[in-house]
Nanobody, 115 residues
């Protein structure tokens, strides 16, 4: 099983980034996919979730209206489009796959929002 995140980097406040998470080794379409983030000195927090078949999305209040989660089951990939980025969005962003008792994590990708 592998989850490989990409797309992080340094961006100025107000800018945009698109994170990708490429999955392999499991039946991607059957899993709920989520993005979490962890800032220095803080606990990991749930950012966004999308159900299998992409029927339902949920977002943390702190990013609602700015971030969009989506998935492409044909490519086994989940995305996080991040717009209007703020310095407080700085964190390591992790991809998560969940189904029943199974949880898989990626290695994370750093997002830094700074001028």
């Amino acid at each position: 099983v592998q989850l490989v995140e990409s797309g992080g980097g340094l961006v100025q406040p107000g800018g945009s980034l698109r994170l990708s998470c490429a999955a392999s080794g499991f039946t991607f379409s059957s899993y709920v996919m989520s993005w979490y983030r962890q800032a220095p000195g803080k606990e990991r927090e749930l950012v966004a979730t999308i159900t299998s078949a992409g029927g339902t999305t949920n977002y943390a209040d702190s990013i609602k209206g700015r971030f969009t989660i989506s998935r492409d089951d044909a490519k086994n990939t989940v995305y996080l489009q991040m717009n209007s980025l703020k310095p407080e969005d700085t964190a390591v962003y992790y991809c998560n796959a969940r189904r029943l008792l199974y949880h898989y994590w990626g290695q994370g990708t750093q997002v830094t929002v700074s001028s």
